[in-house]
């Protein structure tokens, strides 16, 4: 059994993740609903009432947010422990990631119009580039269905053990899905014969799970895998974020960025 973190702002979009966390890996699962709030700067015994009031209305909101979901699920309603905690939005989603032993962070993300704004976008890019477990960003409006066709973005010229498969791998067996393995090589990259075994290596860590490997020219990441992923209709991109060059390939601004503004599939960011 999991315990999957689920922040929420009592927002539509925060609620379709959920929805879309339970309906991906069922009710068994221990659920944890995470709603933060911070008062404004200031100081003064004002601000001590008002942390009471902002305290008072995000436990209030959490007992709401379940009676909605509560409706939207009927009876796949998992059990759901729900939790205020004072603080940054960042910081309070890691440190409740750590303390309570989470093994996934879901969030609804946004306004993500591209692969790079929903791994870069406000709240869910400093979780990503912080957290020390799996986060799935969900776009918001975005409609449930089984990630049957997934696409893993990997670097070949980096190692990849098992342990960051493990959370893929669980969505994969979920799905009964097939993990296509991208790598994105600009003109004047030539394949290795280290990245020749490391891809071995992946194909043995997926060899009880459908898989293919495909390799693509382009010097604009983002670009590649959004064009890949609307060619072959795919239901979620995986990535794992690391400081290397070809992950900031993926950051960096690119003009034909607008090209890919209609990225609007779950990402998975798993552990560096």
């Known amino acids: 059994m999991s315990t999957i973190l689920i922040p929420t702002d009592f927002s539509d ?19 944890i609903l995470l709603n933060t709030f911070e008062e404004p700067h200031s100081t003064g015994a004002s601000m001590i009432s008002l942390r009471d009031v902002m305290e008072e209305g995000s436990l209030e909101g959490l007992a709401e947010e379940c009676i909605h979901i509560k409706n939207i699920l009927g009876e796949d309603t998992p059990e759901i422990t729900s939790i205020s905690e ?20 879901v969030m609804g993300t946004t306004g993500a119009s591209g692969l790079k704004e929903v791994v870069m976008g406000s709240v869910a890019a400093g979780v990503i580039q912080e957290s020390l477990v799996p986060v799935l960003a969900i776009p918001s409006n975005y409609v449930f269905r089984k990630p049957k ?12 053990d098992a342990e960051h498969l493990t959370m893929l791998k669980s969505i994969a067996d979920a799905a009964n ?30 060899e ?3 898989h293919a490997f495909e390799v693509v020219e382009n010097e604009d990441v983002e670009l590649a895998l959004s064009l890949f992923a609307n060619a072959n209709d795919m239901d979620m991109i ?14 960096n601004p690119s003009i034909s960025r607008k090209l890919a503004q209609h990225q609007q599939r779950p990402v998975l960011a798993l552990t560096r």
């Open 13 to 31: 979009t925060a609620r379709n993740a959920f929805v879309y966390a339970v309906k991906l890996f069922g009710k068994d699962n221990q659920y």
């Open 86 to 105: 004072y603080g940054s939005s960042v910081n309070s989603i890691l440190r409740v990631a750590r303390t309570k032993g989470i093994n996934l962070i």
């Open 149 to 160: 066709n997934i696409l893993l973005a990997a670097d070949l010229k980096s190692n990849i």
């Open 177 to 206: 899905g097939k993990i296509t393995v991208v790598t994105v090589e600009s003109d004047d990259d030539d394949i290795s014969m280290d990245d020749v075994e490391q891809g071995y290596n992946m194909h043995v860590q997926l």
């Open 208 to 210: 009880n799970i459908e």
């Open 238 to 251: 995986v990535t794992i974020p690391r400081k290397s060059n070809w992950f900031q390939r993926l950051l």
